[in-house]
């Protein structure tokens, strides 16, 4: 199935503290294991 | 040693449970995953510098157990949860040390771990998330993680 995500990183004082959101677009595969 | 039996545990208990239709939720393993970051982003290097991601590619980490790659999705609201292992890879890495004098183990797959809350498009083709992502020790960027 067509998958996307955008994901905020928050970078650590030691690589300068900050953030970023990252986009990404693709697929995934997924197989159902169980009905609940 | 004496078995205690509950009066509640019935024939006709397990033979509605066994006839009951399926519920809206389904519990998925993930088996594959591919995608791209439509841009390159500004990613730190240290407290002072960054550098140019390139375009980011984002797969299954394989060396992830396949139970860990799970997920659930509730058909009835549309929504699905799911966690997953990454490998990244960041061409921006690539050119940094073959054009710097930096360690080549920089180029050295980047493992993350991702967690996606999203709404499922209603023709259950596809969705779009908001996610977490942890980076894993091993990598220049271990202990960035989402908020």
């Given at each position: 199935?067509?998958?996307?995500?955008?994901?905020?990183?928050?970078?650590?004082?030691?690589?300068?503290?900050?953030?970023?959101?990252?986009?990404?677009?693709?697929?995934?595969?997924?197989?159902?294991?169980?009905?609940? | 040693?004496?078995?205690?039996?509950?009066?509640?545990?019935?024939?006709?208990?397990?033979?509605?449970?066994?006839?009951?239709?399926?519920?809206?939720?389904?519990?998925?393993?993930?088996?594959?995953?591919?995608?791209?970051?439509?841009?390159?982003?500004?990613?730190?290097?240290?407290?002072?510098?960054?550098?140019?991601?390139?375009?980011?590619?984002?797969?299954?980490?394989?060396?992830v157990d396949?139970s860990f790659?799970?997920?659930?999705?509730?058909?009835?609201?549309?929504?699905?949860?799911?966690?997953?292992?990454?490998?990244?890879?960041?061409?921006?890495?690539?050119?940094?040390?073959?054009?710097?004098?930096?360690?080549?183990?920089?180029?050295?797959?980047?493992?993350?771990?991702?967690?996606?809350?999203?709404?499922?498009?209603?023709?259950?083709?596809?969705?779009?998330?908001?996610?977490?992502?942890?980076?894993?020790?091993?990598?220049?960027?271990?202990?960035?993680?989402?908020?």
């Amino acid at each position: 199935m067509q998958w996307g995500s955008q994901f905020l990183v928050n970078w650590p004082t030691h690589l300068g503290g900050g953030s970023v959101y990252v986009d990404f677009e693709g697929s995934m595969v997924l197989t159902p294991l169980l009905s609940l | 040693m004496s078995v205690d039996i509950s009066p509640e545990l019935t024939p006709e208990l397990l033979a509605s449970r066994r006839n009951a239709p399926p519920g809206s939720q389904v519990v998925f393993g993930l088996k594959a995953i591919y995608g791209l970051s439509p841009r390159s982003y500004q990613f730190p290097i240290n407290e002072r510098e960054s550098i140019e991601s390139g375009q980011i590619s984002i797969s299954a980490d394989p060396d992830v157990d396949p139970s860990f790659n799970i997920g659930v999705i509730d058909y009835d609201r549309l929504k699905l949860k799911v966690r997953y292992g990454v490998q990244i890879v960041f061409p921006g890495l690539w050119k940094l040390v073959t054009e710097g004098n930096h360690d080549p183990s920089l180029l050295n797959p980047v493992r993350a771990m991702a967690t996606d809350t999203c709404t499922v498009t209603e023709d259950l083709r596809g969705w779009h998330a908001l996610g977490l992502l942890q980076f894993l020790p091993g990598s220049i960027w271990a202990g960035a993680e989402g908020g």
